[in-house]
């Protein structure tokens, strides 16, 4: 009995390969399709996402929300699948989704679960093969066919998609890079790897001596003194240096550009360092007498309030009479930009998401066919794109999947409906 040919054989059940396999079988129910997933179940990393809840998409899906080194690239595919794709795709599955006030998309459900169990049972109803406990070793090209060589045996298609992660999440969550190995073995060029939507490491004690405090603030990444990006959020102070969601989103020029890094907090971003002067002036008039350990508490954080007097020297068991205007002076500086050095992030294993991958002008952008191996598609995160925190990243997980999905049609003659 000759070997079994399948149309497509997709490398990996995350977020995107599952969304390829369900969009082709949609496409053409007769189609043979495979998932090849590592693990023992299929979109482990998904069923984390936005803390069990996964921010699946965002109503504003414009560039300026994405990176890469090639952002046309990306704007032709977010272009023709914006969130109303994602949400029309997703409705066919069975679910139904809502907007927060800041544009996030979530399942109504809130549930990361059921977006797993919506791509799986579609794939399992529609008659997808999900090989679990598969780890692909090897592609090779053999007359027109990829031989697809895995723990569980060799397999061959006439189509095949990478959509194997990178690094982020670690290991326990699929992402160990082996896919992105093979396809830079194989002559595929790339662009630098570091983890974004990551956790900082900062200099000092600072940040430790107020673990588990949040505030709400704007966080500024400085590069030699000048602002390289900068987002308004919650922070959290950690033993090791700050998180948070405004912190990750800068997380990402933290890590990839050169350079001293500094970390500024603007506690008040509302108020201008004048304002501050004003107020603490006040204040330091009302409260005369009181113990400077009780000088700031119901402005900021009691604990946060009580750093910013030991930053400027002064001694927490003193009156408030001891402040003279220069204190003041310098006190709302340290509120205007409570400043940490920065060493680093929490690494691969703790991010969101990788920065960098396979390089996408290796890629043709309308329908994410490799333009050196006619039959190769890539999807999701394996290639040089990564988004904001926001679902911006699953965004691109599943439009570049729908993409793909309909180029391999093409490809294969299919009928697109
Ligand atoms: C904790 C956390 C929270 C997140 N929250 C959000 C969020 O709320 N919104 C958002 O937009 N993004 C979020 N992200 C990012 C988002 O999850 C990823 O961008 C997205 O999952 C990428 O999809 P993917 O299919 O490309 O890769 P993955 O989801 O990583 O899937 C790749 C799959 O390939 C498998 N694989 C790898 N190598 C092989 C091999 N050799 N053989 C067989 N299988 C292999 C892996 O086991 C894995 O299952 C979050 C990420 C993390 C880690």
Not at 299 to 311: E, I, S
């Amino acid at each position: 009995m000759s070997k079994k040919i399948y149309d497509t054989f997709i490398i990996g059940g995350g977020a995107s390969g599952l969304c390829t396999a369900v969009r082709l079988k949609q496409i053409d129910c007769n189609i043979s399709v495979a998932v090849a997933e590592q693990l023992q179940r299929v979109g482990k990393k998904l069923i984390t996402t936005g803390n069990g809840r996964c921010n699946i998409t965002n109503k504003d899906i414009s560039i300026s929300r994405f990176h890469s080194e090639n952002p046309q690239f990306v704007q032709s595919v977010i272009e023709k699948y914006d969130n109303s794709h994602i949400e029309s795709f997703f409705a066919d599955l069975g679910i139904v989704i809502t907007y927060d006030e800041t544009g996030r998309a979530y399942p109504y459900s809130l549930q990361a679960s059921s977006v797993v169990d919506a791509l799986r049972l579609a794939a399992d109803d529609k008659g997808v093969e999900t090989l679990l406990e598969t780890k692909v070793l090897s592609i090779e090209k053999k007359k027109g066919i990829y031989e697809i060589s895995t723990s569980n045996g060799t397999f061959s298609a006439k189509t095949l998609v990478v959509a194997a992660g990178l690094y982020s999440g670690g290991i326990k969550l699929g992402s160990d890079g082996s896919i992105y190995k093979m396809m830079s073995s194989l002559g595929y060029k790339t662009v630098k790897t570091t983890p974004a939507i990551v956790q900082l490491r900062t200099i000092g004690d600072i940040a430790k001596s107020l673990k588990g405090i949040k505030v709400n603030a704007t966080v500024a990444l400085l590069i030699g003194g000048k602002t390289v990006r900068s987002d308004f959020g919650e922070v959290l102070f950690c033993d090791y240096g700050l998180s948070g969601p405004a912190v990750m989103q800068i997380s990402r020029e933290a890590e990839r550009k050169a350079g001293a890094k500094t970390v500024t907090l603007d506690l008040m971003p509302e108020y201008s360092f004048s304002d501050i002067v004003e107020l603490l002036k006040f204040r330091a008039s009302v409260l005369k007498g009181r113990k400077l350990e009780d000088f700031l508490s119901g402005m900021l954080n009691k604990r946060v309030g009580q750093t910013v007097l030991k930053l400027i020297g002064k001694k927490l068991s003193d009156t408030v009479d001891s402040l003279n205007s220069s204190d003041l002076k310098k006190a709302a500086s340290v509120i205007k930009g409570m400043s940490f050095e920065t060493v680093g992030s929490r690494g691969f294993e703790n991010s969101q998401v990788t920065a960098g991958g396979i390089d996408t002008n290796e890629f043709d952008s309308g329908n994410m066919m490799s333009k050196r191996d006619a039959g190769l598609f890539a999807v999701g995160e394996i290639l040089d794109v990564d988004g904001d925190c926001g679902g911006f990243n699953l965004h691109w997980a599943w439009s570049s999947s729908l993409c793909a999905a309909e180029g391999i049609a093409e490809y294969l003659g299919l009928e697109l409906c």
